[in-house]
């Protein structure tokens, strides 16, 4: 029997942690009627996994949250952002369309063709998008209930060298790579990861990737969710690209427990 692969995974926290502990883009894992969309042999499929896998991000999140003082909520996407992309807008609000890599991707990293012309991503926003978003926005409105505020951090990693995808390779690739939003992320909450993951070499803001994912119901109007993205960029901790993780792992793990301990 084929064992089902859940979309998603909510792993709960302390009743009074704030902090939402968000991985996106962490799992390879492709539905079978997903990879019958997808044109790329299965060997081009598996070399796109690598340079797209936010590799050992779910792993790195739930080292964090077993270090942390207070141990925070984890929300992790359990299936491949080649499938949908949970934090993509789904509609003409994303920048990333120019490049096929709206909400459902048709292009790969390198521009190649991954889904064919005259796909509709409907089905897949109704099957996988729609129901994450509510979910991770249920998420968030417990929090709040809970303990008045909800702190989101998103934790992804970056490649070394710019992929052809990137619309904005041309900035500094940092170790550690901080997005923010002028609504959400508070200059304290910058500054408290800034000291976090100061032994963990340089830290930058918004380059190469800027921003940080709230969801829509909140997006610009509740100022009581904060929110943060950290980038970590591959080669500090694992082997480019999709290899194994290494010491590095360690280090950034505390330096998140940290950072959930400070907010």
Request: contains cysteine.
């Amino acid at each position: 029997m084929t064992r089902t692969v859940p979309s998603f995974e909510l792993l709960p926290g302390a009743a009074e942690s704030p902090v939402l502990l968000h991985v996106p883009h962490s799992a390879r894992a492709v539905p079978a009627k997903v990879r019958a969309g997808i044109v790329l042999d299965d060997a081009g499929l598996e070399r796109e996994l690598d340079h797209i896998t936010d590799a050992h991000t779910a792993e790195l999140a739930e080292r964090a949250a077993a270090l942390a003082g207070v141990t925070p909520w984890r929300f992790v996407n359990r299936l491949s952002r080649l499938v949908v992309d949970p934090e993509r807008f789904p509609d003409e609000r994303e920048e990333m369309l120019a490049v096929g890599m709206g909400a459902v991707y048709t292009r790969t990293t390198h521009r190649a063709e991954l889904r064919g012309a005259g796909t509709d991503p409907g089905p897949l926003l109704d099957r996988y998008f729609r129901p994450y978003a509510h979910a991770m926005t249920e998420a968030v409105a417990d929090r709040l209930a809970a303990t008045g505020r909800a702190v989101i951090v998103d934790v992804h990693s970056y490649p070394a060298e710019p992929l052809p995808y990137e619309l904005h390779a041309a900035g500094p690739r940092p170790p550690v790579c901080l997005g923010t939003d002028a609504f959400h992320t508070p200059a304290e909450l910058t500054e408290a990861a800034r000291k976090a993951f100061a032994g963990c070499g340089e830290t930058g803001l918004d380059s190469p990737f800027a921003g940080t994912y709230v969801p829509l119901e909140f997006h610009g109007r509740d100022a009581r969710v904060g929110a943060l993205m950290v980038e970590i960029r591959r080669d500090t901790y694992m082997a480019e690209p999709g290899g194994p993780a290494g010491p590095g792992l360690e280090r950034l793990a505390a330096a998140l427990a940290a950072l959930v301990d400070a907010v």
